[in-house]
C-alpha cells in the first residue's frame, strides 16, 4: 500500500463544509430532491461515496455506476453488502489518507464502465476528491453529509481544479 495523500489538519477543518450542493432532510426526502436533478441535469453518470447515501441510491433506483463504501456508517454500524454489481474491488485507504491503490481502483471502475463497488478497508471519505476528478463532467458524485442530508457535486472543471487544490495541500507521500 502506497499513501498519495495525507490529510493535513487545515484542511480537515476546510472539507467538513460541503463542496457540492447540500440536500438537507430525511433520505425520502433528499432522494424526493435528487430524482428533480437527476431529471433536469442528466449526469452522465452517479458515483456515490459513503455507506447510507449508497444504499439509499440503491434503494431509491439511482444505481450509481460506482459505489464507494467501506461497509461502516458513522464507524460502527455494519451496512448490509448490496447485490447486483457487475463487480467487487477491494482496497486499503487508512482513515486521513488516499493510496495510490484507491486512485487507482475509482479511475479503472469509471473507465471499464461496470457497475463497481469499491469497498474500502480504512475509511471512504476523502475518496470524493478522486472521483471528481476522475469521473466525466456532468457527472454526480454523491456524498452523506452526516446528521444532514447528502451533498451533490456536479463535476465540471471548476471542481476538477479545486479537487486538484485540495490534494496539492495535502502532504504528498512517496510510500
Known sequence: MTLAYILTPELRKKLKDPFGSLIQGSPDQTMDKMK?????????????????????LHLYNFDPQVTIIDNISQRDQPMPHEEGVEKTVYVENPQGTITKEAMIAIEEALESGEHTHIVVRGEEDLLTLIAVLYAPETAFVVYGQPYSGIVVVKVTSEKKAQAKEYLKAMKSSKS
Do not use: M, Q
Not at 433536469?40 to 447515501?53: A, M, N, T, W
Open 36 to 56: 428533480g436533478l437527476v431529471e433536469s441535469e442528466k449526469p452522465s453518470r452517479i458515483i456515490s461515496v459513503g455507506d447510507v447515501v449508497s444504499r439509499n
